[in-house]
Nanobody, 120 residues
Framework: QVQLVESGGGLVQAGGSLRLSCAAS????????MGWYRQAPGKPRDEVAL???????NYADSVKGRFTISRDNAKNTLYLQMNSLKPEDTAVYYC??????????????WGKGTLVTVSS
């Protein structure tokens, strides 16, 4: 079993910054693609940013130039640096990872989320 635990959410004023972290633990041989998703009240869960095991990244248009995704493979940790935050960034942010077990079984995991609230 694998656990993903997000941290770093909170309340920030518009224009401010936050850094989210997601620590993976458990039965891990290798972590492949990782990503951040977010869900605002009454809206579907949307992709924010993705990063491959090799470090290639992809961002939603709404966050390009403001958010930076990164990972530390040695620590099995994913990060999201969020700058120039806007009220519309308010959402629960979820970590996602495709994990390969020592028996080469692949499975997709989600964290429980961390709330980011941006006040105007």
């Amino acid at each position: 079993q694998v656990q993903l635990v997000e941290s770093g959410g909170g309340l920030v004023q518009a224009g401010g910054s936050l850094r989210l972290s997601c620590a993976a633990s458990g039965n891990i041989f290798r972590i492949n693609d990782m990503g951040w998703y977010r869900q605002a009240p009454g809206k579907p869960r949307d992709e924010v940013a993705l990063i491959t095991s090799g470090g290639s990244t992809n961002y939603a248009d709404s966050v390009k130039g403001r958010f930076t995704i990164s990972r530390d493979n040695a620590k099995n940790t994913l990060y999201l640096q969020m700058n120039s935050l806007k009220p519309e960034d308010t959402a629960v942010y979820y970590c996602n990872a495709e994990v390969m077990s020592p028996t080469y079984y692949r499975m997709n995991y989600w964290g429980k989320g961390t709330l980011v609230t941006v006040s105007s």
